[in-house]
């Protein structure tokens, strides 16, 4: 039984690089929700919201929405940027910016302690669904973040409202059944994030109000059915859940942009500011496609291959640290961009990542090659202490002041806060 692995993450001590990557990861979760909230996607799902009234204050805002909608808007936030982090095992899914919203918007009257507990939970499981359902798979039976992360994101919340083991595996089973089978069709739905959080709220209340812990369940029938985690033989992922964590190998991202690009933004920042003819660019096969040369809006500039690139060779870092809409249809960077070609050239790294190969050919007939392997932010090359502090700042500076800023720090190293404080300091 699922429930009862998860249940022991709340109580069990946990090792303590553990315990040091969850306190890292929520800061930068909730550091990307904050500047997510100042993007018209979060615009626009907080008009809805406004529907739907309640008591969670929706951040950023003056506005009150329900459990519900709150996870659907903090998780709309913390996806907007494409800045949040991820995991090249689970599929390459984003755990964090579902789980983290739906514990801040549902979790109740709980501590920064318990929160940290839960978010280990919930990447834990959510990583393992991902692996589960489709380990290094790109494909036609490929399922989006949203999938993967409404599983983990219900297992941490159930078990945070410290429900007994039946109930959290009822909140599984349930998040298994209605979970998002989203592919990456628009940009706008960001992988279905939002809605999976929406989805992880409404199994764990659905799970402790009787559906799916009926006695009929256990063998595997109406309403939700067996999980791949009662079906797997793959021992060494479910039965590991608790004792190995691969939640510390998630990857934290330097810049606001598809991890798939990471790699060619690394190996072109050499040549910002040079005179360049042409680019070719060996990426993982499902990259090629990712060849927009002219966005329309900030969704889809996250995506652009070739036109991140051009705004790396012309902007430099600046013009990566911050997708501009004044950019998007830039006649300069338009032009580069057209001459940045993708080919299917490399194959994805041991870990699972992106790496990607660079021809540079510059006007005057040279050419130069760089190749990266391991990208930036890797559990093997992590940002360091001075990177992830920058990242903090710009990212939270956009709403929060700096005394604000250092308040919220000091909050996250005391296991005894009640989240209640942060929600109020995020909402200022």
Same mark, same amino acid.
């Given at each position: 039984m699922i429930g009862v692995p998860v249940a022991s993450m709340m109580t069990d001590p946990l090792p303590d690089t553990v315990s040091a990557w969850a306190r890292t990861a929520l800061e930068d979760t909730l550091a990307v929700l904050v500047a997510g909230t100042r993007t018209p996607l979060y615009e626009a799902v907080l008009t809805a919201a406004r529907h739907?009234?309640?008591?969670?204050?929706?951040?950023?805002?003056?506005?009150?929405?329900?459990?519900?909608?709150?996870a659907h808007l903090g998780a709309v936030a913390a996806s907007a940027l494409d800045f949040d982090d991820g995991h090249y095992r689970g599929?390459?899914?984003?755990?964090?910016?579902?789980?983290?919203?739906?514990?801040?918007?549902?979790?109740?009257?709980?501590?920064?302690?318990?929160?940290?507990?839960?978010?280990?939970?919930?990447?834990?499981v959510a990583l393992r669904a991902?692996?589960?359902?489709?380990?290094?798979?790109?494909?036609?039976?490929?399922?989006?973040?949203?999938?993967?992360?409404?599983?983990g994101a219900a297992a941490a919340?159930?078990?945070?409202?410290?429900?007994?083991?039946?109930?959290?595996?009822?909140?599984?089973?349930?998040?298994?059944?209605?979970?998002?089978?989203?592919?990456m069709t628009s940009s706008a739905s960001r992988e279905s994030i939002g809605w999976a959080a929406a989805s992880a709220v409404a199994a764990v209340e659905l799970a402790e109000n009787g559906f799916g812990t009926e006695a009929t369940d256990t063998r595997h029938r109406a309403p939700a059915g067996a999980t791949p985690f009662e079906q797997s033989e793959d021992a060494p992922v479910t039965g590991s859940l608790?004792?190995?964590?691969?939640?510390?190998?998630?990857?934290?991202?330097?810049?606001? /942009? /598809?991890?798939?690009?990471?790699?060619?933004?690394?190996?072109?920042?050499?040549?910002?500011?040079?005179?360049?003819?042409?680019?070719d660019v060996d990426v993982v096969p499902g990259?090629?496609?990712?060849?927009?040369?002219?966005?329309?809006?900030?969704?889809?500039?996250?995506?652009?291959?070739?036109?991140?690139?051009?705004?790396?060779?012309?902007r430099g870092p600046a013009g990566l640290s911050s997708l501009s809409e004044r950019d998007f249809a830039a006649p300069d960077i338009v032009d580069l961009a057209s001459r940045v070609r993708l080919r299917p050239g490399r194959a994805a790294s041991a870990n699972g990542g992106y790496p990607s190969r660079v021809v540079v050919l510059m006007n005057d007939g040279t050419s130069f090659e760089r190749t990266v392997d391991d990208t930036l932010g890797s559990a093997t090359r992590p940002l360091s202490p001075e990177a992830l502090d920058h990242k903090l700042r710009q990212?939270?500076?956009?709403?929060?002041?700096?005394?604000?800023?250092?308040?919220?720090?000091?909050?996250?190293?005391?296991?005894?806060?009640?989240?209640?404080?942060?929600?109020?300091?995020?909402t200022t």
């Open positions: 739907h009234p309640g008591p969670v204050p929706a951040i950023g805002t003056s506005t009150t929405t329900s459990p519900l909608w709150a599929g390459g899914i984003h755990a964090g910016s579902t789980v983290v919203p739906v514990l801040l918007a549902a979790a109740g009257d709980v501590t920064v302690g318990e929160l940290l507990r839960g978010m280990v939970a919930g990447y834990e991902g692996f589960l359902n489709s380990p290094g798979r790109t494909g036609g039976g490929y399922r989006a973040s949203g999938y993967a992360a409404t599983i919340l159930a078990a945070v409202r410290g429900n007994v083991p039946t109930v959290i595996s009822a909140a599984v089973r349930t998040a298994f059944a209605h979970a998002p089978h989203s592919r608790g004792r190995e964590f691969w939640c510390v190998e998630t990857y934290v991202k330097p810049w606001p /942009c /598809c991890r798939a690009a990471h790699a060619m933004l690394e190996a072109l920042l050499p040549f910002s500011g040079r005179d360049i003819a042409r680019v990259a090629v496609g990712l060849d927009l040369t002219e966005p329309v809006n900030l969704s889809e500039a996250q995506y652009a291959l070739p036109w991140l690139a051009a705004l790396t060779l012309l990212a939270l500076g956009s709403r929060l002041d700096a005394s604000t800023i250092e308040t919220l720090r000091a909050t996250l190293d005391q296991p005894d806060a009640p989240i209640d404080g942060l929600l109020r300091l995020l």
